[in-house]
């Protein structure tokens, strides 16, 4: 059985930074694409960020390119997400995602973590 947990969510204002992390209870951790997505309210999930098994590739969805950053640590089943720059259109509930590609999510998902962009 796979999960994953994020955390690292919170308020900040516009201009900050917060850091996501998604640690994933799963031995298949380190041969897969893990990737970031975010829902807003009223809003379908969208993509935001993956990286590859290698740690060596990654995409970005174009509204948070130069601005966000995906890593990923294979010896502890933990990805990231530094968000730098933050505007309140980045305000979401962000999830994890394993297994998918550079733009389509796997089945897997966490249960998300809130990030609230807010003067």
């Known amino acids: 059985q796979v999960q994953l947990e994020e955390s690292g969510g919170g308020v900040v204002k516009p201009g900050g930074s917060l850091r996501l992390a998604c640690v994933a209870s799963?031995?298949?951790?380190?041969?897969?694409?893990m990737g970031w997505y975010r829902q807003a309210p009223g809003k379908e999930r969208e993509f935001v960020a993956a990286i590859s098994w290698t740690g060596n590739y990654a995409n970005y969805a174009d509204s948070v390119k130069g601005r966000f950053t995906i890593s990923r640590d294979n010896s502890k089943s933990m990805t990231y997400l530094q968000m730098n720059s933050l505007i309140p259109e980045d305000t979401a509930v962000y999830y994890c995602?394993?297994?998918?590609?550079?733009?389509?999510?796997?089945?897997?998902w966490g249960q998300g973590t809130q990030v609230t962009v807010s003067a």
């Open positions: 799963a031995t298949i951790f380190s041969i897969n694409t």
């Open positions: 995602n394993l297994g998918g590609t550079f733009t389509v999510p796997g089945q897997y």
